[in-house]
């Protein structure tokens, strides 16, 4: 009996060890922004923020600023930047909005954004602007607006 009361308690024990709090994901290190060239003058970037605060923008057409610029961000800004993009965050892998089945209907010559998060899984999101507009406006706006979180409306902005 006093065996049969052990192993019934050392089965219990063993259930409780296996069952702990969920792992915590890995933090994401950095997250790039990418814009892409439309029919007409949209400012083409590219711009890389570490959650260390580092930064780095490269203006390469109409931009404010052409070529590599480096800057820093708070931990508040590089949060926000994060929470911005956080709802369309794929769980791993690559979700594009410019081709069937996720975009059904297209207007042309629209930019497009590449947003890529360096974590485990390597996120990437690819939206192009003219992707069925009305269905998809609030991912649109919340992808355009994004990047107001970062020190880099001058880099931005052609003068």
């Known amino acids: 009996?006093?065996?049969?009361?052990?192993?019934?308690?050392?089965?219990?024990?063993?259930?409780c060890a296996s069952t702990g709090p969920a792992p915590v994901p890995a933090p994401i290190r950095a997250i790039t922004y990418e814009t892409g060239a439309c029919f007409g003058t949209?400012?083409?970037y590219s711009v890389t923020v570490s959650?260390?605060?580092?930064?780095?923008?490269?203006?390469?057409?109409?931009t404010g600023a052409t070529g590599p610029q480096s800057f820093t961000v708070t931990p508040a800004q590089f949060a926000a930047f994060e929470a911005a993009l956080a709802p369309y965050r794929p769980k791993s892998g690559e979700?594009?909005?410019?081709?069937?089945?996720?975009?059904?209907?297209?207007?042309?010559?629209?930019?497009?954004?590449?947003?890529r998060w360096d974590e485990p899984g390597r996120a990437h999101l690819h939206y192009y602007y003219?992707?069925?507009?009305?269905?998809?406006?609030?991912?649109?706006?919340?992808?355009r607006h994004a990047v107001d979180a970062l020190p880099i409306a001058a880099f931005i902005r052609a003068p």
């Not at 998809?136 to 706006?141: F, G, I, L, S, T």
């Open 95 to 115: 979700v594009d909005y410019s081709a069937p089945p996720l975009c059904g209907r297209m207007a042309t010559d629209m930019p497009s954004v590449d947003v």
């Open 51 to 62: 959650s260390d605060g580092a930064g780095r923008f490269e203006g390469r057409r109409f």
């Open 1 to 15: 009996m006093l065996r049969k009361v052990f192993v019934i308690a050392a089965s219990l024990l063993a259930g």
């Open 42 to 44: 949209c400012p083409v």
């Open 130 to 143: 003219g992707c069925d507009r009305e269905k998809y406006a609030v991912m649109a706006d919340a992808l």
